[in-house]
């Protein structure tokens, strides 16, 4: 499959293939920073299972996760575009069901991406507000306006490098990586160093269940953290534009992303428990995050952790500018597509930045008006930021349905010989059943209430947040949808003519 700039119109700017199979593990790691997003969850874990849920919950959801990877990995090495998610159904399924199923994926998926970059952005933001905590020696008051002007100068920041700094986004993914990996390296030995340990028993055995619920079902609920942390591996396939062989690097970059993520997440899991001597006095911190709390404690110096907690506010810098930049690429795509009101409009590359600074200027005008959500009732943002996990699954799971529902024959009769990643009749099938059953059954227990019994501060409103979403796309689609007119790959070449952004064809 090729790009074919020469049905380009002459005033348009085209996706240069400048990003190579280590940036985009790199970025994609970035995007997950798996280990921090579990020491920042532990509060909301330990409740609902304790270590047990933790440590299993989280090797659970690696394995769960890699055979979703595997899945779209494998479609992936098919058709290697920026719409990813939603190219994919659009290939698979029929000829009934394809638009109506392509357009509901491709918004599912933008819906993800646009409240993950809010999520990342305040998880950054909020690591800075608790290095300042720890450097005042308390003095420093976190209140939420000033967490949400660090967020903004985030977003800020991360924007202008996405639209001005495009030549050096590779070298900077690149260096988002080694930074990950140095600061996990780091802080596990500061700790292991510093800090008392717990025992064995409580590491490895260790079931706590304070919800309310069974405690199966408090496990399950124990999970979401988990699958935060692996969330966004889909950015390379948003990439695969900008590769030089996106149909062999796209699918690696994926799964080597995960299971970076896993193993170093099991690592740091691992030195967080044996470290955790005083969970209350961790947990009940004035600088709201935990993970930066278990650091004074263990090295007893302000100096030391406040350092520390700025070397993990930096991993979510790099991580939020990943997450602009692959939600600019899918609504791109989407605009592209048609499936976005002002397609034209959004549809374009800047011939001068050869990026879609359009898409990257919506991206950071819808993040700035929902990240407003911040300054009201605590629920309402964790249940808006918590949706992004639900969001991503969801467009994970529908292309392995689909596929499921058509049969691997629907695949095969698109796979060659030389189809760089291919999974085959036996190891196929149990990795396509095992994402959709993963995926059906985690999201519909993440809607559940996290305690019993409920009330109007611990109620999960996330459900609340897809009934608005699916009211407003089902509008939308009756409104609209009929513009959607399915990946570019799936027409004619366009007439140059028509003003529309064609920078991007793609011929197989």
Not at 206 to 229: C, K, M, R, V
Not at 336 to 345: A, K, L, M, P, T
Not at 414 to 419: I, K, R
Not at 501 to 506: M, R
């Amino acid at each position: 499959m090729s790009v074919s700039p020469e049905h380009n119109p002459p005033e348009a700017g085209r996706l240069k293939p400048r990003l190579s199979r280590l940036t985009m593990i790199a970025m994609t790691f970035a995007i997950l920073n798996t280990w921090i997003a579990l020491a920042g969850s532990i509060g909301l874990v330990l409740p609902s299972g304790g270590s047990v849920a933790f440590l299993y919950g989280f090797i659970f959801c690696v394995l769960c996760n890699l055979a979703l990877a595997a899945s779209l990995g494998e479609m992936a090495a098919i058709w290697p575009t920026a719409g990813g998610q939603y190219h994919f159904v659009y290939a698979l399924a029929s000829d009934k069901w394809k638009n109506i199923l392509s357009f509901w994926v491709g918004w599912t998926n933008i819906a993800g991406w646009l409240t993950l970059v809010t999520t990342e952005g305040f998880f950054a933001s909020q690591f800075i507000s608790a290095a300042a905590v720890i450097a005042s020696d308390g003095a420093y008051e976190i209140e939420a306006w000033k967490t949400y002007l660090i967020f903004m100068a985030i977003l800020t920041f991360t924007t202008v490098a996405n639209i001005w700094g495009n030549k050096i986004l590779g070298r900077w993914n690149d260096a988002a990586l080694y930074w990950s990996i140095f600061a996990v390296v780091i802080i596990s030995i500061v700790l292991l160093a510093t800090s008392k340990k717990t025992d064995a028993s409580f590491v490895f055995t260790e079931f706590e269940n304070e919800t309310g619920w069974p405690d199966g079902i408090s496990w399950i609920l124990g999970l979401l953290q988990s699958a935060l942390s692996l969330i966004g591996f889909d950015a390379a396939l948003h990439m695969t534009e900008e590769m030089p062989r996106p149909a062999q690097d796209a699918p690696r970059a994926v799964m080597y992303a995960i299971m970076v993520g896993g193993i170093t997440g099991t690592v740091f899991l691992l030195v967080i428990l044996f470290c955790l001597v005083d969970p209350e006095t961790v947990l009940s911190t004035p600088t709201n995050m935990p993970i930066a709390e278990l650091i004074l404690q263990a090295t007893g110096s302000r100096a030391a952790a406040t350092i520390l907690t700025l070397m993990l506010a930096v991993c979510f810098i790099n991580g939020t500018s990943g997450c602009v930049t692959s939600s600019s690429r899918l609504i791109y795509s989407m605009a592209r597509d048609r499936g976005i009101v002002f397609s034209n409009y959004f549809a374009h590359i800047s011939p001068s930045l050869s990026v879609p600074v359009r898409a990257l200027v919506l991206t950071f005008v819808f993040n700035t008006l929902f990240g407003l959500l911040y300054l009201g009732p605590t629920v309402a943002f964790s249940a808006y930021s918590a949706s992004c996990t639900i969001f991503l699954n969801v467009s994970y799971a529908f292309p392995v349905i689909v596929l499921l529902v058509r049969g691997r024959d629907a695949l095969a009769a698109h796979q060659t010989e030389d189809t760089s990643f291919q999974l085959g009749n036996k190891l196929g099938p149990v990795a396509n059943w095992v994402s959709a059953i993963f995926v059906v059954v985690t999201s519909v227990f993440f809607c559940f209430p996290t305690f019993l019994p409920v009330s109007g501060t611990v109620m999960n409103y996330v459900s609340a947040v897809i009934g608005i979403f699916l009211i407003f796309m089902t509008t939308y689609w009756v409104l609209y949808g009929k513009h959607f007119e399915g990946p570019v790959s799936f027409r004619p070449f366009p007439a140059s003519s028509s003003g529309r952004n064609t920078n991007s064809y793609l011929s197989f």
